[in-house]
């Protein structure tokens, strides 16, 4: 009885390897662009084609390979020029990136675009550390009253100190 027990208890625990081994490659599924993008060959990396995430005005996103001719790219759905520049140029997976909205001649620069949200004060870089700070308990949450609860004691003493003072010299 012994040895039926030791066995059924290693094949459930194979079973368990097995089934956490799936769960583990379940898990790390990555994000691809499809095949054809993903596959951006040496021979058209040489030939100057680079994967272009085109933002259309009507909301819809094309994703395609368009070759670099003269800092400019065609793209053929719109029938618009672009210009690229090296400072333009993202890394997806070791592929050279550009993400291009149809309503601009320049693609999106993520040095410049970060410039600007600066500025201009929306930056999300402050919102970060500050839930840092709120969740190691760095930061205090302000009490409702405008002021502290010493300062509402103190007053409130100088209050019962000035009724009982003026009740023994009018009141007896």
């Not at 009885?1 to 583990?24: C, H, N, P």
Request: aromatic share 8%.
């Amino acid at each position: 009885m012994d040895g039926e027990k030791r066995t059924s208890l290693v094949s459930r625990m194979e079973q368990l390897e097995i089934y956490l081994a799936e769960l583990d490659k379940k898990k790390k599924k990555k994000f691809k662009l499809g095949r054809k993008l993903e596959k951006l060959s040496k021979v058209k990396l040489k030939q100057n084609y680079i994967i272009v995430l085109y933002l259309r005005t009507n909301g819809t996103i094309l994703i395609n390979q368009y070759k670099i001719e003269d800092e400019k790219i065609f793209i053929k759905e719109s029938g618009l020029y672009h210009s690229v520049t090296t400072d333009s140029i993202l890394n997806y997976n070791g592929k050279p990136f550009v993400i291009q909205p149809e309503w601009s001649l320049t693609p999106i620069i993520p040095r410049e675009h970060a410039l600007k949200t600066q500025e201009k004060g929306e930056s999300a870089l402050p919102q970060k550390v500050i839930l840092e700070l709120s969740e190691a308990g760095k930061i205090k949450k302000k009490s409702a009253l405008p002021f502290s609860g010493k300062i509402a004691l103190l007053i409130l003493v100088a209050v019962v100190f000035i009724a009982y003072t003026l009740s023994k010299l009018f009141g007896g």
